[in-house]
């Protein structure tokens, strides 16, 4: 029922467009006139007084942050389910379509991992690779070479762009075959919300449901592969001369208080901050969905959230049971 069409999407970027000009146009001016009247000896830049308001997210457009719950969570999606029960036991927007952002690399480690692809042979990083999308950098230049094994345990620990994609680009068949399986296997396990047009999740047409999320968490967690790489703390990889230190983009696997299965983060401006994790909170297995959270440590302040209401509490379920195995 929260699915956004093409056309309200349009009218309400348009929206929010305008506002931001009419608002920059404002503080440009103000900051223009702070620079005319400063002291001499105060070294005021007019750019550096401009503030560019963020961009918006699908959330925030549709409306999604006003919605209300018992935990006040930052994020405007968001799905708690017992992984063994199927139980609801929160639930906030769960069927509402937005951008997934690296949320991706978990589907593209699904379809690596599946294909039992040599793990030792050698990736190198082409021009390809590099983000024309939003610009993002890595420290994968091109010429990098890593084996495929290396090039997986990055995509998924630390969300490494240029890895991801080179997964996607070297996979036997080419990109396109490799972004086809994606959606075939999100078909196959029942994720009738969710699309893929690429495997690292820069692109804002990268979309899914947190019902759908929450399937795809609990088919991933069946592979032991995924779940360690997703866990893994950290990592180093030798690149030339060079070794480089990568660490997990979720603070939380090194949280004693916390036990976690599988996790995967992910942003950009069109999705918020996003968080799945399969974990155990007061003796229960659960996968966690968060999405469009507002802020940098939100997604995981409300997992927290989460946890401290569980070991307080016995609540009781929200919603009817959600499928979890749709395969077949």
Known sequence: WMTFSA????VSVGGVHAAERKKTAVVRNHAIQKVAHAPRHHKVSARAAVIVPAKASFGQMAGLHGSSDPLALRSSVALVVDQDTHEVLLSKNDQAVLPI??????MTGVIVSEAHLSMDENITITQDDVDTEKGSSSRL???STLSRGEMLHLALMSSENRAAHALGRT???GLSTFVSLMNAKAKALGMVDTSYVEPTGLSSKNQSSARDLAVLVNAAHTDPVLRELTTSPGYQVEVGRRTLQYNNTNRLVKNP???????????ISEAGQCLVMQ???AGRKLIMVFLDSAG???RIADAERVRRWLETSSPHTQARPVALNRQG
Do not use: E, N, R
Not at 101 to 106: E, M, P, R
Not at 257 to 267: H, N, P, R, V
């Open 7 to 10: 056309l309200v999407l349009a």
């Open 141 to 143: 230049a091109v010429g």
């Open 257 to 267: 208080a916390w036990d976690i299965g599988l996790q995967k983060t992910g942003y």
């Open 296 to 298: 940098k440590l939100s």
């Open 279 to 281: 974990a155990k909170v």
């Open 171 to 173: 996979f036997p068949g």
């Open 101 to 106: 952002a690296s949320l991706t690399k978990l």
